[in-house]
């Protein structure tokens, strides 16, 4: 029995797609598709694998100009800023031109009469549930390097972004990939759970909430699927007296409501230095009100719509509850559209805020952002760390040696200096606490999709 998923549009409320969900008999031929393909894949060299990647990469950005728009239609990303192509392609291309260093075996020299190597064997069928937030670039990180590995890869995206795995699907057929080595299954949420269950999956690899997390966990106990992670943040950022204010000021408003805040590692609270405080909030808030909210088809909007209402109303439950202890609102603008249940959420900027808040220490993923004084850099680091999640941290200083010292004491995964709301390919993507487990991107995430075996081999 097949059920059908429906792609909301949060433009304008209407149903902008529908699909069937795969049925049990459906998921069975994928998995046997996958796992003969995998079998021939796995002997294909790295280099012949990277010329139908690289094919891949140039049939998906070939696709922008069509993808840009349905992108807005599905998950409220104004049109302007043109979809995710550049990341999309940076991400790619690194991971592809970087495999065959990272799967070439591991010698280890030294002890005559031995021959000694670890080598870098495929996992097999990979499964990756993408989330709707970044639909491509969360995709991406997985997918490109899985089959660099060698593995099969089975995509599950998020219902709200039905249509990427379409687009993944078509750009993989007109690159040539063979057949059953990547697939897009649409599925329900009780068919993905026996899917990662069943044994037949070997990597899981999840981005999307703690809870979701937790529940692809359970579904993948006993089967020893390995499992990559990437769940809820709450990303601090940490003003020193030292600075540069105006970049700072610029980068950080971007950090916080780009893609109406809805980003894995946009920046949800903010830490000033006592020093500069007063100047940094002026210059925040005066900022912050460029960043008005509109139709994503226009192109002059800056912040389009959240994904869904209830988003938006999450969002807004958190600022009242910090107005009612004491918040002070500096933008408390409504648009037209801005009403209850209505995805459409004008970005706000609170003060006086504290970590009695919800706001400042549960995920938010939406475009809010608390602003707190600190007295010093212990004060910074202690409230930067009194969270539950790590993804990433960004310190802003002229002193690199201080922000490499701070950030060695913030409980996260990545540390930024004078930089935000930003992945690089050549470092491993990961998160400490409940934001998630294992690593994606670089040479680590390679390791993370392969099984080491070792070659012990004594001369005669």
């Not at 100009?65 to 550049?86: H, N, S």
């Not at 969360?138 to 795995?165: C, E, R």
């Not at 409504?334 to 959420?345: R, T």
């Not at 680091?381 to 999640?389: A, E, G, W």
Request: aromatic share 8%.
């Amino acid at each position: 029995m097949t059920d059908t998923v429906k792609i909301v549009s949060p433009i304008d409320g209407r149903v902008y797609a529908e699909r069937k969900t795969a049925s049990g008999a459906d998921i069975e031929a994928a998995v046997a598709r996958a796992k003969h393909a995998q079998k021939v894949w796995g002997e294909v060299t790295v280099r012949e694998r990277a010329k139908f990647l690289e094919h891949f990469v140039d049939a998906l950005i070939a696709k922008n100009d069509e993808i840009v728009p349905e992108l807005a239609w599905q998950m409220g990303r104004p049109v302007r800023y043109g979809g995710e192509k550049r990341g999309v392609e940076e991400r790619a291309r690194y991971m592809i031109s970087i495999a065959e260093e990272s799967l070439k075996p591991t010698e280890k020299p030294g002890k005559e009469g031995f021959t000694r190597y670890i080598a870098h064997e495929p996992l097999g069928t990979v499964m990756v549930i993408a989330p709707w937030n970044y639909p491509f670039l969360t995709a991406v990180n997985s997918i490109v390097p899985g089959l660099m590995a060698g593995n099969a890869v089975i995509l599950k995206h998020a219902s709200q972004t039905l249509l990427v795995g379409e687009r993944f699907a078509e750009a993989f057929k007109a690159a040539g990939l063979p057949e059953g080595l990547f697939q897009n299954l649409v599925l329900s949420h009780d068919h993905t759970e026996k899917l990662i269950g069943s044994g037949q999956i070997d990597h899981i690899n999840f981005t999307g909430s703690v809870e979701g997390g937790r529940r692809v966990e359970r579904a993948a106990a006993g089967t020893f699927a390995t499992l990559g992670l990437e769940l809820g943040g709450k990303d601090p950022a940490y003003v020193r007296a030292d600075a540069k204010l105006d970049y700072a000021v610029e980068n950080l408003v971007d950090g916080s409501f780009f893609n109406s805040g809805q980003s894995c590692c946009g920046v949800e609270r903010i830490y000033v230095h006592a020093d500069v405080y007063d100047k940094f909030v002026a210059g925040f808030v005066e900022n912050a009100r460029g960043w008005t909210l509109g139709n994503p088809l226009d192109a002059d909007t800056v912040v389009g719509p959240m994904a869904h209402g209830r988003f938006a109303d999450l969002v807004r439950g958190q600022t009242l509850e910090a107005l009612r202890k004491g918040a002070k609102a500096h933008l408390n603008w409504k648009h037209d559209l801005d009403e209850e249940s209505s995805p459409y959420l004008a970005p706000e900027v609170l003060t006086n805020v504290n970590h009695q808040m919800a706001v400042m220490r549960e995920e938010s993923f939406g475009p809010v952002v608390g602003i707190m004084k600190v007295a010093d850099d212990a004060e910074a680091i202690q409230l930067m760390n009194d969270s539950p999640y790590g993804l990433t941290a960004s310190i802003w200083t002229e002193d690199l040696d201080a922000a490499a010292r701070i950030g060695a004491k913030v409980e996260t995964g990545t540390v930024f200096a004078n930089r935000c709301d930003y992945l690089d390919p050549a470092l491993v993507w990961t998160g400490v606490k409940d934001t998630g487990k294992g690593g994606a991107l670089s040479e680590i995430g390679y390791a993370n999709l392969t099984q080491p075996k070792s070659f012990h081999l004594k001369h005669l």
